[in-house]
């Protein structure tokens, strides 16, 4: 099991920043593909990105495309999610988690999670 904790949720206006951060004190990190959902209330956990255990090839959902990056530095056993340009839509918990080797685009695919941090936007 790996464990995961984020950080780096806060309140924000809307078109603002925040960098989303996954730390993973892993040695294996490297072995695993990343990605970062979100749960807005009322809602079911929805994809956002993942990224292949490299770095070198990232998926977005069409909501968050262009506004969304996702990146790692497995030297620091550490998966980032940056947001720019945050809409109201964009408030929810958001999880990072892991799966061992291959990527994914649904949450049931990934096996680890962190416990969530709350990202808000204000309009």
């Known amino acids: 099991q790996v464990q995961l904790v984020e950080s780096g949720g806060g309140l924000v206006q809307a078109g603002g920043s925040l960098r989303l951060s996954c730390a993973a004190p892993?040695?294996?990190?490297?072995?695993?593909?990343m990605g970062w959902f979100r749960q807005a209330p009322g809602k079911e956990r929805e994809f956002v990105a993942s990224i292949t255990r490299s770095g070198e090839f990232a998926y977005y959902a069409d909501s968050v495309k262009g506004r969304f990056t996702i990146s790692r530095d497995n030297a620091k056993d550490t998966g980032y999610l940056h947001m720019n340009s945050l809409k109201p839509e964009d408030t929810a918990v958001y999880y990072c988690a892991v799966r061992h080797i291959f990527v994914g685009l649904t949450a049931s695919e990934y096996t680890d999670w962190g416990q969530g941090t709350q990202v808000t936007v204000s309009s």
């Open positions: 892993e040695r294996t990190f490297s072995n695993y593909a």
